[in-house]
């Protein structure tokens, strides 16, 4: 039995219940969400080559393979709950993992809840009337005092959508899991199956031409390619982004040493091969200044399919899409705000188990309600995009941390050695490191707000490690 009765005094812990074909969702899940539908005509904008476009997608998919190669090692031999922030804590100490637990929490992981909850509602609107809900004009103005940018009451009916959303999923969360784990197999394998229907729809019943693919190689009108490449990138490792959420559970997956790794390059090469054929799907249908100038590229080529009936079958799949991948944010995340409490380094509440259901509770209903709060901001999206570019500088570390974990622990045997050692980890950091300083140079302004995000969090540091050191005198 996993219950540990009220009465007893043993404080309840996460329990293993996560087999490997639910944590391979885990990873499809939490990376597959409106990116593939919304980023594309980015993507096409910037290269303006069909097949430059095509290899912005294999490249950024071979990137997270490798950077997922990686850290399935680091995983296997550090397979504790919180992952990647334990991996930083063991590897580089606990200013560097708080850190990262800060981007985390402030707005890369609970941002991106918001973001793709709001998606959802979006999508929820073309089809069910939502406006009823919504403010009179007068309050739908009004904005937040000091921020003429924040108007919390505009499109309200689709904000509640959104909130109602995020804490549909946290109460699933909440009870289990395994009953999370279990609305992940659901909504990931009908994603999966939406997904490969707009494929094979548009290759069979769509007008397309094999043309569309062509010209394979070429610059783009700004003559810059290599630049061109890594702006576009940042749209589709957006889409990829979410491939190292298991690491979170690890506390929770059963036999991790071999089903985590196992799951990290399997999800992540169905991911790859998902995408890559979708976006073959979009140029068949549609040439590539059409996906260019597209606002909703998946609705478009839909459309062309099925005049009239197109706009409503994608709405479907981004709101399958979509509703998992807050689903599987939700489960994954709130794991690394139990461990930085566990350490001392966060709010202590937040390092409660439930007794009866075994999950980070406080965690999740704290995760929840910031979540929340962001929807009502508005700028959930720019956030997002100012910490990709800090996000980055961690999967940096991380990978780099393959080395340190070498040299740290010689006579370690963990369950998966990274193939290509040492040639697959230098790959993935040179180039995630030329990515952060393209992103830099190219896209500065959103580049310094994401490191005085980061930057912002030093001073919770210093306060939370003061009262780790105050409770560890206690106790001595």
């Known amino acids: 039995m996993d219950q540990i009765p009220e009465s007893s005094n043993i404080s309840p812990t996460l329990a293993r219940r996560l087999g490997l074909t639910s944590a391979i969702m885990v990873v499809v899940g939490s990376v597959i969400g409106s990116g593939i539908f919304l980023t594309p005509q980015s993507i096409a904008a910037t290269v303006q080559v069909p097949g430059v476009m095509l290899f912005v997608w294999i490249f950024s998919g071979l990137l997270t393979l490798a950077g997922a190669l990686t850290n399935a090692e680091i995983a296997s031999e550090i397979p504790e709950a919180g992952g990647q922030y334990v991996f930083f804590r063991v590897l580089y100490?606990?200013?560097?993992?708080?850190?990262?637990?800060?981007?985390?929490?402030?707005?890369?992981?609970?941002?991106?809840?918001?973001?793709?909850?709001?998606?959802?509602?979006?999508?929820?609107?073309?089809?069910?009337?939502?406006?009823?809900?919504?403010?009179?004009?007068?309050?739908?103005?009004?904005?937040?005092?000091?921020?003429?940018?924040?108007?919390?009451?505009?499109?309200?009916?689709?904000?509640?959508?959104?909130?109602?959303?995020?804490?549909?999923?946290?109460?699933?969360?909440?009870?289990?899991?395994?009953?999370?784990?279990?609305?992940?197999?659901?909504?990931?394998?009908?994603?999966?199956?939406?997904?490969?229907?707009?494929?094979?729809?548009?290759?069979?019943?769509?007008?397309?031409?094999?043309?569309?693919?062509?010209?394979?190689?070429?610059?783009?009108?700004?003559?810059?390619?290599?630049?061109?490449?890594?702006?576009?990138?940042?749209?589709?490792?957006?889409?990829?982004?979410?491939?190292?959420?298991?690491?979170?559970?690890?506390?929770?997956?059963?036999?991790?040493?071999?089903?985590?790794?196992?799951?990290?390059?399997?999800?992540?090469?169905?991911?790859?091969?998902?995408?890559?054929?979708?976006?073959?799907?979009?140029?068949?249908?549609?040439?590539?200044?059409?996906?260019?100038?597209?606002?909703?590229?998946?609705?478009?080529?839909?459309?062309?399919?099925?005049?009239?009936?197109?706009?409503?079958?994608?709405?479907?799949?981004?709101?399958?899409?979509?509703?998992?991948?807050?689903?599987?944010?939700?489960?994954?995340?709130?794991?690394?705000?139990?461990?930085?409490?566990?350490?001392?380094?966060?709010?202590?509440?937040?390092?409660?188990?439930?007794?009866?259901?075994?999950?980070?509770?406080?965690?999740?209903?704290?995760?929840c309600t910031w979540a929340c709060l962001l929807t009502l901001t508005g700028t959930y999206d720019q956030l997002f995009t100012y910490v990709i570019f800090a996000g980055w500088i961690f999967y940096a570390l991380g990978a780099a941390g393959i080395f340190i974990m070498r040299k740290k622990m010689p006579d370690a045997k963990p369950a998966y050695r990274v193939p290509g050692y040492p040639y697959v980890p230098v790959l993935f950091i040179v180039v995630a490191t030329w990515f952060v300083y393209n992103t830099l140079v190219e896209q500065t302004a959103d580049s310094v707000v994401g490191l005085l995000l980061l930057v912002a969090g030093i001073p919770f540091y210093i306060y939370w490690e003061r009262q780790m050191k105050k409770a560890v005198a206690k106790q001595a």
């Open 93 to 367: 100490g606990d200013f560097t993992a708080f850190l990262y637990g800060w981007t985390t929490f402030i707005v890369y992981q609970t941002g991106s809840i918001a973001a793709i909850a709001v998606a959802f509602a979006r999508y929820f609107g073309r089809i069910f009337d939502v406006h009823f809900m919504d403010m009179p004009p007068g309050l739908a103005k009004w904005t937040l005092p000091l921020f003429d940018n924040i108007a919390p009451l505009n499109n309200f009916g689709t904000t509640l959508i959104a909130i109602a959303a995020i804490v549909l999923v946290t109460t699933v969360n909440y009870f289990g899991v395994q009953f999370g784990g279990r609305v992940m197999n659901l909504f990931t394998s009908l994603k999966v199956i939406a997904i490969g229907g707009i494929v094979l729809l548009g290759f069979t019943v769509g007008a397309g031409s094999v043309e569309n693919f062509f010209p394979l190689w070429g610059s783009p009108s700004s003559g810059n390619l290599i630049a061109a490449i890594g702006v576009a990138m940042v749209a589709a490792l957006w889409s990829y982004d979410g491939w190292n959420s298991l690491t979170y559970l690890a506390g929770e997956v059963k036999n991790p040493q071999k089903n985590i790794p196992r799951a990290l390059v399997g999800g992540t090469i169905i991911i790859i091969a998902i995408y890559v054929l979708t976006n073959l799907a979009y140029l068949y249908i549609l040439p590539i200044n059409a996906i260019a100038g597209s606002d909703l590229v998946a609705a478009d080529m839909m459309e062309n399919v099925f005049p009239g009936y197109g706009g409503v079958l994608i709405a479907l799949a981004v709101m399958i899409s979509t509703f998992g991948t807050v689903n599987g944010t939700t489960m994954t995340t709130a794991r690394v705000f139990y461990a930085m409490a566990k350490d001392k380094l966060f709010f202590q509440s937040m390092k409660s188990v439930h007794p009866r259901f075994r999950t980070p509770a406080k965690s999740l209903v704290i995760q």
